[in-house]
């Protein structure tokens, strides 16, 4: 019972994490057409600028959503300098994924200036501990787990219940039929990378709530997030986030089964499966396109 | 903005492309090649101390792997984001052969280009079907899968602590470190030679010529019988062998191997060396490594500041020549050019 208790647990809370970060991903890839690398620096800085604000004396009720506000202006801020001007040159897809690399190196040597490599910790969500079906967890990583589907839902309702949702998933479908109809298509590009920004920030709140901080805390999501946007298709977010919960329990299974270090090749492994089988992802239609 | 079906659009498409390989005659190329690298290897007579010679076998090293690279990124158009790990695998394929397994350090060297060929074919496999972004996800995950084992069987690998004192190349009885590392300067030189050499005449073969045509017109090429399972393969099996080679010389030229050439930085710098150079031409990546090192060196004093402004340096070029320095170039000389010709 336990075994079960602690797999659901784990998987639960790191696919809430997965889910917050490939969803980000998986929206500037169908509106722009691009990847950002810079999206695990997106939430390392999230949880930096948390953590600052924290510091200067703000409640964690105040700092949490001003440091989300600030990664969507972040966000935004990244695609004009280093996305935007590119837009439309031929090979647009690897000049981005060099400058986005570049980006990133900038704000992570940047964080490593302002605030130095000594870990930090910003102050949970809600404290204590409880114990459910045998299994001792934290309030903090419970709150995760609640929180995280209701701001997934949340997205999901604004991107097909809203007019602004709407024009973001037209420039997503077509964007010269979008350009024709009079959408702001540059506006609703930046604010794709504001709401993958924001997320990621939050992802890194979270994060840093229960694990020491550092300015490469990052890498390790981004490359789970990637493979959870190949496994679970790049070109909708839902199929991400199905992928990303999926992952999590896959991941709490094997850690718990078979211990942490056979874990990434046992993803690896899986992943190179789906891949040979469905190469579109499996939640993907087989409809789309995959270049 | 992405009107990408206006003429001035396709026009840029045009001459973005680089053509066909083998355009200039093999002469013309091969006393290029043969002055430039007799410059290279007169270059110790200027350079005298051993930090300079340091240097400059650094960017041997690493204008091996942007050159290799370029062949699958730029002619192959598989954007192969495991490339890094193909050095890796020839870091620590060194390594462990000679400190383990107590093998020949030259044995060792050949083997670990072997291994990374092999390596290059099994990453293959998953790709074989992919297109564009999916490569990069695929790639990028087996790099940190390589990665992840190497950190997960420490007590082979050494884990986050590395190797130290690995076995060194040798050359008869001549003491490698003497004369100011001239020993370890003229064998990363010929290794550049080999891999240059190699990797011109793959381009302007036949079979180049076919990589290039799958790249740029893949349904035609298909049609026309050129098989992208076995050129792929062969692409990525060909990329891999001098990096793989070049990593093991890494290791027995630093003598000591650590998990840090998996990291995304070294992986930044080099790829920025492949696109600041110019995809596609093999020299254009070769040059970006030099400038790259060497500028890299000169702005030492500037400390923690240095990855930032490499970084800014990168986004300004990408931005402003998206076909890098070599189209800078280009623009420069056809401008220059311009001028001259306009009076007569």
């Known amino acids: 019972m336990s075994a079960l208790a602690e797999i659901l647990f784990g998987g639960l809370f790191q696919g809430s994490l997965y889910a917050m970060m490939a969803v980000g991903l998986a929206l500037v890839w169908t509106t722009i057409g691009v990847f950002n690398f810079s999206h695990g620096v997106f939430m390392m800085l999230g949880a930096y600028v948390a953590w600052q604000l924290v510091e200067l004396g703000l409640p964690a009720a105040v700092a949490f959503p001003v440091a989300v506000v600030v990664m969507a202006g972040v966000g935004w801020i990244l695609q004009a300098s280093v996305v935007r001007p590119l837009i439309g040159r031929p090979n647009i897809v690897l000049v981005v994924v060099i400058t986005t690399l570049a980006a990133g190196s ?81 506006a609703l590009y930046g604010l794709a990378f504001a709401i993958a920004a924001s997320l990621a920030g939050l992802a890194g709140i979270f994060m840093g709530g229960y694990r020491f901080m550092s300015p490469v805390m990052g890498s390790d999501p981004l490359l789970k997030a990637l493979i959870v946007v190949v496994f679970g298709g790049i070109s909708s977010i839902s199929g991400p986030i199905f992928a990303a919960y999926l992952i999590g329990f896959f991941e709490a299974a094997c850690s718990y089964y078979f211990g942490l270090y056979w874990t990434p090749a046992l993803l690896f492994g899986v992943l190179i499966l789906t891949l040979m089988v469905r190469p579109e992802g499996i939640f993907a239609s087989r409809s789309r396109g995959l270049a | 903005m992405t009107d990408t079906t206006s003429p001035i659009t396709q026009a840029h498409m045009a001459t973005a492309t680089p053509v066909a390989p083998g355009r200039t005659p093999w002469k013309h190329e091969a006393v290029g090649f043969v002055l430039g690298f007799a410059v290279l290897a007169l270059l110790p007579l200027i350079f005298g101390d051993t930090y300079a010679r340091h240097i400059l076998i650094m960017a041997f090293i690493y204008a091996i792997v942007a050159s290799n690279w370029d062949l699958s990124l730029g002619y192959g158009g598989v954007f192969n984001f495991g490339h890094l790990a193909l050095f890796g695998i020839g870091v620590y394929a060194y390594s462990l052969l000679t400190k383990l397994a107590g093998l020949d350090p030259w044995i060792a060297l050949l083997a670990s280009g072997v291994i990374a060929t092999l390596a290059a074919i099994v990453v293959t496999i998953p790709i074989l079907r992919l297109k564009g972004i999916y490569i990069i996800l695929v790639t990028f995950g087996f ?76 349904e035609y090429a298909i049609s026309r019988g050129v098989s992208i ?31 840090d050439v998996f990291g995304m930085s070294l992986a930044t710098i080099i790829l920025s060396m492949v696109l600041l150079g110019g995809t596609s031409t093999i020299y254009g990546a070769i040059v970006a490594s030099f400038v790259l090192t060497i500028f890299a060196e000169w702005m030492a004093d500037f400390g923690a500041w240095r990855p930032m402004i490499t970084a800014v340096l990168i986004i300004g070029v990408m931005l402003a020549y998206p076909s890098g320095l070599a189209g800078m170039i280009k623009a420069v000389w056809g401008a220059v050019a311009g001028r001259i010709k306009r009076p007569a």
């Not at chain 1, 309030?139 to 609640?146: K, N, P, R």
């Not at chain 1, 999901?156 to 959408?183: I, K, Y």
């Not at chain 2, 393969?233 to 630093?254: D, E, N, P």
Request: charged letters at 15%; hydrophobic letters at 50%; a positive charge.
């Open chain 1, 106 to 186: 900038l704000i992570e040597n940047g964080a490593l200036t302002i605030w130095g490599p000594r870990s930090k910790q910003i102050p949970a969500l809600i404290d204590g501990n409880a114990t459910i079906g045998g299994v001792g967890v934290s309030l903090h990583q419970i709150a995760i787990i609640v929180i995280t589907p209701l701001i997934l839902a949340a997205l999901w309702m604004f991107l097909n219940r809203t007019r602004l949702g709407l024009a973001l998933r037209a420039v997503a479908q077509n964007e010269d039929a979008s350009h024709l109809v009079g959408l702001n298509v540059t």
């Open chain 2, 229 to 259: 399972v076995r050129q792929r393969m062969l692409t990525l099996a060909a990329s891999a062998f001098f990096t793989g080679i070049a990593g093991a010389f890494y290791a027995a030229y630093q003598r000591n191997a650590s998990i």
């Open chain 2, 143 to 218: 790099a940190q899968l390589v990665m992840q084992v190497i950190l997960s069987q420490s007590e082979i690998t050494g884990g986050t602590q590395g190797i130290v004192r690995i076995p060194g190349l040798y050359w008869f009885d001549h003491n490698m470190v003497r004369d100011a590392k001239s020993a370890y300067f003229y064998i990363a030189l010929a290794l550049l030679v080999a891999s240059t050499l190699f990797l011109r005449v793959f381009v302007r073969s036949r079979t180049g010529a076919s990589i290039v045509a799958l790249r740029d017109n893949e």
